[in-house]
Protein backbone atom coordinates (compact mmCIF):
# COMPACT_ATOMS: atom_id res chain seq x y z
CA UNK A 1 0.00 0.00 0.00
CA UNK A 2 1.33 3.47 -0.67
CA UNK A 3 2.79 5.71 1.67
CA UNK A 4 2.83 2.75 4.17
CA UNK A 5 5.56 1.23 6.59
CA UNK A 6 5.33 -2.04 8.23
CA UNK A 7 7.45 -1.65 11.69
CA UNK A 8 8.07 -5.66 13.50
CA UNK A 9 8.29 -5.16 16.98
CA UNK A 10 9.10 -7.18 20.05
CA UNK A 11 5.31 -6.61 21.30
CA UNK A 12 3.50 -5.21 18.55
CA UNK A 13 3.77 -4.95 15.26
CA UNK A 14 2.05 -2.22 13.42
CA UNK A 15 1.30 -0.39 10.45
CA UNK A 16 1.83 3.22 9.92
CA UNK A 17 0.58 5.31 6.97
CA UNK A 18 1.46 8.90 5.58
CA UNK A 19 -0.74 10.82 7.22
CA UNK A 20 0.51 9.49 11.44
CA UNK A 21 -2.64 6.84 11.63
CA UNK A 22 -1.86 3.78 12.39
CA UNK A 23 -3.24 0.06 12.43
CA UNK A 24 -2.42 -3.47 14.02
CA UNK A 25 -1.80 -6.73 12.27
CA UNK A 26 -2.37 -8.65 15.46
CA UNK A 27 -5.22 -10.77 15.14
CA UNK A 28 -8.08 -9.99 17.85
CA UNK A 29 -6.58 -7.02 18.76
CA UNK A 30 -8.45 -3.58 18.97
CA UNK A 31 -6.68 -0.46 18.60
CA UNK A 32 -7.25 3.70 18.25
CA UNK A 33 -5.57 6.52 17.33
CA UNK A 34 -4.61 9.40 19.76
CA UNK A 35 -2.22 11.91 18.24
CA UNK A 36 -0.34 9.53 15.97
CA UNK A 37 -0.18 7.37 18.91
CA UNK A 38 -1.59 3.70 19.10
CA UNK A 39 -3.30 3.07 22.21
CA UNK A 40 -5.40 -0.06 23.22
CA UNK A 41 -8.53 -0.74 24.26
CA UNK A 42 -8.09 0.17 27.30
CA UNK A 43 -6.64 3.58 26.11
CA UNK A 44 -3.01 2.53 27.54
CA UNK A 45 -0.53 3.77 25.00
CA UNK A 46 1.09 0.37 23.19
CA UNK A 47 4.68 -0.07 24.20
CA UNK A 48 7.84 0.29 22.32
CA UNK A 49 5.70 1.66 19.60
CA UNK A 50 7.72 3.41 17.14
CA UNK A 51 7.54 6.47 15.08
CA UNK A 52 8.92 6.23 11.53
CA UNK A 53 9.79 8.53 8.51
CA UNK A 54 9.53 11.53 10.11
CA UNK A 55 11.66 13.35 7.43
CA UNK A 56 13.12 16.90 7.74
CA UNK A 57 11.97 18.66 10.48
CA UNK A 58 12.38 22.86 9.37
CA UNK A 59 10.60 24.83 12.05
CA UNK A 60 9.25 25.03 15.42
CA UNK A 61 5.86 24.31 13.92
CA UNK A 62 6.93 21.13 12.47
CA UNK A 63 9.19 20.09 15.66
CA UNK A 64 6.04 20.74 17.92
CA UNK A 65 4.23 18.38 15.64
CA UNK A 66 6.46 15.58 15.69
CA UNK A 67 6.46 15.91 19.75
CA UNK A 68 2.76 15.99 20.06
CA UNK A 69 3.26 12.07 18.64
CA UNK A 70 4.53 11.31 22.18
CA UNK A 71 7.18 9.07 20.89
CA UNK A 72 9.16 7.02 22.63
CA UNK A 73 11.23 5.19 19.68
CA UNK A 74 11.89 6.94 16.30
CA UNK A 75 12.89 4.67 13.55
CA UNK A 76 14.99 6.55 11.16
CA UNK A 77 17.17 9.90 10.98
CA UNK A 78 15.91 12.86 13.77
CA UNK A 79 17.12 15.96 11.25
CA UNK A 80 15.90 19.62 12.58
CA UNK A 81 17.64 21.85 9.56
CA UNK A 82 17.32 25.48 8.87
CA UNK A 83 15.32 26.75 11.42
CA UNK A 84 15.08 30.12 12.84
CA UNK A 85 12.53 29.63 15.51
CA UNK A 86 13.70 26.38 17.34
CA UNK A 87 15.31 27.19 21.10
CA UNK A 88 15.61 23.94 22.63
CA UNK A 89 14.21 20.16 22.41
CA UNK A 90 12.13 20.33 25.24
CA UNK A 91 9.28 18.93 23.27
CA UNK A 92 11.42 15.78 22.79
CA UNK A 93 11.43 14.52 26.26
CA UNK A 94 9.23 11.40 25.55
CA UNK A 95 12.05 10.24 22.95
CA UNK A 96 14.10 7.31 24.69
CA UNK A 97 15.64 6.00 21.25
CA UNK A 98 16.24 5.90 17.63
CA UNK A 99 16.94 2.68 15.74
CA UNK A 100 18.47 2.08 12.67
CA UNK A 101 18.89 6.26 12.10
CA UNK A 102 21.33 9.41 12.53
CA UNK A 103 21.05 12.58 14.24
CA UNK A 104 21.96 15.34 12.19
CA UNK A 105 21.13 19.26 13.91
CA UNK A 106 22.46 21.90 10.92
CA UNK A 107 22.15 25.42 10.40
CA UNK A 108 19.42 26.45 13.41
CA UNK A 109 19.86 30.07 14.63
CA UNK A 110 18.22 29.82 17.50
CA UNK A 111 19.56 26.99 18.80
CA UNK A 112 20.26 26.95 22.33
CA UNK A 113 20.90 23.38 24.34
CA UNK A 114 19.96 19.56 23.17
CA UNK A 115 18.72 18.57 26.54
CA UNK A 116 15.46 18.09 25.71
CA UNK A 117 16.84 14.71 24.12
CA UNK A 118 18.38 13.61 27.38
CA UNK A 119 15.81 10.74 28.09
CA UNK A 120 17.72 8.74 25.19
CA UNK A 121 19.15 5.49 26.51
CA UNK A 122 21.73 3.18 25.25
CA UNK A 123 21.17 4.55 21.64
CA UNK A 124 23.18 2.37 18.51
CA UNK A 125 23.18 4.87 15.34
CA UNK A 126 23.43 3.45 11.93
CA UNK A 127 23.95 6.64 11.10
CA UNK A 128 25.89 9.23 12.26
CA UNK A 129 25.76 12.65 14.60
CA UNK A 130 26.51 16.09 12.49
CA UNK A 131 26.26 19.06 14.51
CA UNK A 132 26.87 21.74 11.96
CA UNK A 133 26.15 25.65 11.88
CA UNK A 134 24.19 26.35 15.01
CA UNK A 135 25.68 29.68 16.40
CA UNK A 136 24.28 29.91 19.76
CA UNK A 137 24.41 26.10 20.79
CA UNK A 138 26.41 26.34 23.84
CA UNK A 139 27.11 22.32 24.97
CA UNK A 140 25.84 18.88 24.27
CA UNK A 141 24.64 18.05 27.44
CA UNK A 142 21.42 15.52 26.93
CA UNK A 143 23.47 13.57 24.19
CA UNK A 144 24.79 10.92 26.81
CA UNK A 145 22.46 8.41 25.69
CA UNK A 146 24.09 7.58 22.46
CA UNK A 147 27.09 5.35 22.86
CA UNK A 148 27.35 3.96 19.36
CA UNK A 149 27.87 5.82 16.33
CA UNK A 150 27.32 4.18 12.01
CA UNK A 151 28.43 6.41 8.74
CA UNK A 152 26.87 8.64 7.67
CA UNK A 153 26.31 10.39 3.68
CA UNK A 154 29.41 12.01 3.69
CA UNK A 155 31.57 9.46 5.53
CA UNK A 156 31.62 10.56 8.83
CA UNK A 157 31.15 9.21 12.17
CA UNK A 158 30.44 12.31 13.74
CA UNK A 159 30.88 15.86 12.96
CA UNK A 160 30.97 18.94 14.93
CA UNK A 161 31.47 21.86 12.52
CA UNK A 162 31.31 25.78 12.79
CA UNK A 163 29.37 26.15 16.11
CA UNK A 164 30.81 29.32 17.33
CA UNK A 165 29.40 28.97 21.09
CA UNK A 166 29.88 25.38 21.55
CA UNK A 167 32.32 25.62 25.20
CA UNK A 168 31.86 21.72 25.39
CA UNK A 169 30.95 18.31 23.57
CA UNK A 170 31.29 16.60 27.20
CA UNK A 171 27.54 15.54 26.32
CA UNK A 172 29.07 12.89 23.84
CA UNK A 173 31.03 11.07 26.71
CA UNK A 174 28.87 7.84 26.58
CA UNK A 175 30.41 7.08 22.71
CA UNK A 176 32.79 4.60 23.10
CA UNK A 177 34.37 1.94 21.21
CA UNK A 178 35.62 2.35 17.61
CA UNK A 179 34.16 4.55 15.18
CA UNK A 180 33.48 2.97 12.23
CA UNK A 181 34.82 6.23 10.10
CA UNK A 182 36.64 9.98 10.21
CA UNK A 183 35.85 12.23 13.23
CA UNK A 184 36.26 15.92 12.87
CA UNK A 185 35.65 18.88 15.30
CA UNK A 186 36.75 22.16 13.52
CA UNK A 187 36.15 25.58 13.61
CA UNK A 188 34.42 26.26 16.74
CA UNK A 189 35.82 29.77 18.42
CA UNK A 190 34.48 28.53 22.12
CA UNK A 191 35.76 25.17 22.12
CA UNK A 192 39.24 25.39 23.88
CA UNK A 193 39.22 21.57 24.68
CA UNK A 194 38.05 18.42 23.64
CA UNK A 195 36.72 15.90 26.62
CA UNK A 196 33.60 14.14 24.88
CA UNK A 197 33.78 10.93 22.81
CA UNK A 198 35.98 8.51 24.22
CA UNK A 199 35.80 6.20 20.90
CA UNK A 200 38.19 5.78 18.81
CA UNK A 201 37.95 5.69 14.68
CA UNK A 202 38.78 3.33 12.65
CA UNK A 203 40.72 4.68 10.07
CA UNK A 204 44.58 5.60 10.12
CA UNK A 205 45.06 9.02 10.21
CA UNK A 206 41.38 10.51 11.12
Do not use: M
Not at 26 to 33: E, H, K, R
Not at 89 to 114: H, M, S, Y
Not at 138 to 158: A, N, P, R, T
Amino acid sequence: VSGVQTCALPIYPFIYASDGSCSTVVPGSSLNVTLGRCVDKHGEISPKTPCAGWGQIGSRAALVGFGERGCATLRGELWITDTTDVVDLEVLTNLTNIVDGRLDLTINAELTNVRGLRNLRGVVLIGSVYIEGNPKLGSLDGLEGIVELGVGEQGYSLLIYNNAALASIHGLGGVTGVLPRSLEVSANAALLSLPGPRARTGRRGS
